[in-house]
């Protein structure tokens, strides 16, 4: 789309909403500040610095700006005003789990830092391989869930960065924060509403390829996420985040902010006598000094039965690499194999699959080496340790083809997740082509997202030839990123299937249909129209004489058209919003368009009707959200911040009406209206998560769609040659849509990022729209 700059567009100036607050200035040189903090600024009543500790109620919110310091959005605080909550007193807590290994002491700072409302928000966990770590944060977490009635020993997340990309690191935490967010700026976003949460965070070393990786465009993962989502995320003055990352690595530098580091190499946080008596439990022996304080050396040691003689003077490291050489000496010749096969498969096993693995002699040869490696991990998986040894094993490494010949069938199918994840975590750590697997939409919907999503992100930073600009790959790529947390969190593969059909719809039309009949549903999207730079914002159904069947798209500030049929770009120059707040966004009678911002005002772009002046002059508060509707009788409506609904229909000149009665506990969010059967039909979504129906002289009718608990973001409702429609998008990210025909039918969509528009075309053609781009989906197909 072409800029068109010289857009008019006046405010049609409605009543201030209850409870309403103005937003705080924001200087140029503020602007300019949260620019260099990654577009993100805090602000706090005078006397508070909302980089430090701050209590929630003084913080007004947090302003957005773009990389130029301009203001894009400005989201208040809920709880700004709101004195805090005396914290409950500590009764019914359970007993502390144990720690075993002599980590009290970690574990009491810990508990410390946690209790403590002037510690920095960031506490690292730092150490060597095998120090522990995982194992500390675990405990943590077991000793501090959400509901401990200690309310000063509450985490809220644990989440493992093993083999994460930026993107699906943001997908998962999102997911167990139960916000929706596909982005890093998404994901704050959520997160300004004043509830303080702890975020435990594990094996950031592991992102991506992890430690076992060649150089390639995954080896920076772990920075990439410590400087574009985790520092970040430390601005919010209500969220703290204790962290496993090792001191002196590029994340570790990307974490720049005022922190705790808690190094479990330090002997300070191990209590020597109690770690003396758990390793002399684990043989008939007392076993090296050396191995204090880390529990892996300890572990180890106890399986080199003739001992070791480890340099006291040398690092935790080079003391683990040297046992781990002794182990490898000690091994029986038999064992070798498997060993060398587990080392080679780049990642960690359970014993089903490390012995079909080529090189490994069978399951029997596997039971034999078991005993002679470090314990499972929680999920039963076996790795050698420490990395840098088992790199130096799997130097020659085992063939790529060998692998999926061995683990791989014809006819793929849900039971072969994890042969499909190791194949594909394989062909990423050792650099061999992915692109022929990743173009089989079995193989997407049926491994596990973690690995398909490293293996696309693989294809797509790695110019290797697989993947080209149209092609399959590149298709699937582009698609998967705008499905976000749906392919992430999707359990089922017919969930999986059924987004990335939607989202490759009308760009490979072959790749979209094989994805339509592995999900097993016989609607079809017809088109999807992605996002270029900016976000998709808003979307409203054009419905002027001129129309032609089109919608109104808001990408940044640009307002521009779409054709609903094919989700092409029209050749008409964009409109330009002058608010980039805006919220709620309606198509004029003339051309135009009705933009509804924040604070109840409504700007008028190129529109000369005077249909919504009439209507908020007839209004006692602030719109919150509005719609109209278009033809022989003009007709507009709006909501407001008590719940209730304001109609002006102007076919004959009519009064504005509006509901005798709030429709909602709370503002209406959403609103859309429709002419049917001679009259006048509302449909409204609310904070409340209930959907209504409202006609003016019949007052409310039965609720269309069952309410949620997660306020509504969208409605639509339009008469359709199959009847009438009603779909409405909540927060989650969930769609419902009915179709009251000769038969009542009802579908429920997930499509990726929380939905900010639909819209219905006389066609019947559903319309919607997230922050990734518009689909076009035809839910009457066979």
Known sequence: MTEDRTAESTVVEGAVPPGYRADPPLSQELGAEAARRGGWLFTADEGHDPDGPVPVGVVAGAWQVDAHGVPLRFLPNPRYGVPAAERPV??????????????????????????????????????????????LLRWLAAACPPDNPH????????????????????????????????????????????????LVVTDLDRAGTGPLADAGPLADAGQRIAAEVLRPLLRVPWLRIVLECSSDTPAAAALDVPSAVLDLDQPQWTDLD????????????????????????ALLAARVEDGVLLDAGASLARRAETLAETWWESLPEPVRAPVVALASARGPLDAELWGELPGSLG?????????????????????IWPDSFAARLARDGLDHL??????????????????????LRHAVRTSSPAGELLADPAVVAYAGPMAVGLALAHVGEKPDGESVDGGPVEHLRRAWRSAGPVVTAAADPGGRASVLHCWTAGQDDELAERFAQLAGHG????????????PVRLLARVDDPAGGGRLAVAVGADLGLLDASTGRPSGDAPLRLADRTAVALATGFDGGAFALRRDGAVEQIRSSSDVVRRLLAATDGGATAIATRGGKRRTVATGDAAGRVHLLDDGDGAQAVRSDESL???PVTALDLAHHGGHPLLISGGADGAVQAWTPGRGLLSAPLPARDTPVTAVAVAPTPGGLMCAAAWADGTIHVVLAGTERATHELRLGSPVVGLAITDGGLLCAATANGVLGIDLTAR
């Open 664 to 666: 909602h506990a709370g």
């Open 274 to 297: 109690a770690f003396t008596r758990w390793s002399t439990s684990l043989a008939d022996r007392r076993l090296p000094a050396e191995v204090y304080p880390s529990p892996a050396l």
């Open 363 to 383: 399951p029997f040869a596997v039971d034999e080496a078991v005993p002679l490696l470090l314990p499972a991990d929680p999920d039963g998986c076996y790795r």
């Open 523 to 534: 609607w079809r999207a017809r088109w999807a129209f992605a996002r270029r730079a900016e």
């Open 90 to 135: 500590a009764e019914g807590a359970a007993p502390l789990p144990p720690l075993l290994a002599g980590r009290r002491p970690a574990g009491r700072a810990l508990l410390g830092w946690l209790e403590d409302p002037q510690a920095p928000r960031l506490c690292r966990v730092a150490g060597s391989s095998g120090s522990g770590r995982t194992h």
């Open 151 to 198: 309310a000063g020993r509450r985490v809220d997340v644990v989440l493992s960065a093993a083999e994460s990309t930026v993107d699906t690191f943001v997908w998962r935490l999102a997911a167990l924060l139960r916000v929706s967010a596909g982005t890093p700026d998404e994901l704050l976003a959520a997160l300004v509403d004043g509830v303080p949460r702890v």
């Open 402 to 423: 060998s692998i999926r010949q061995n683990l791989l069938s014809e006819q793929l199918g849900p039971l072969d997740a994890d042969r499909l994840d190791l194949v």
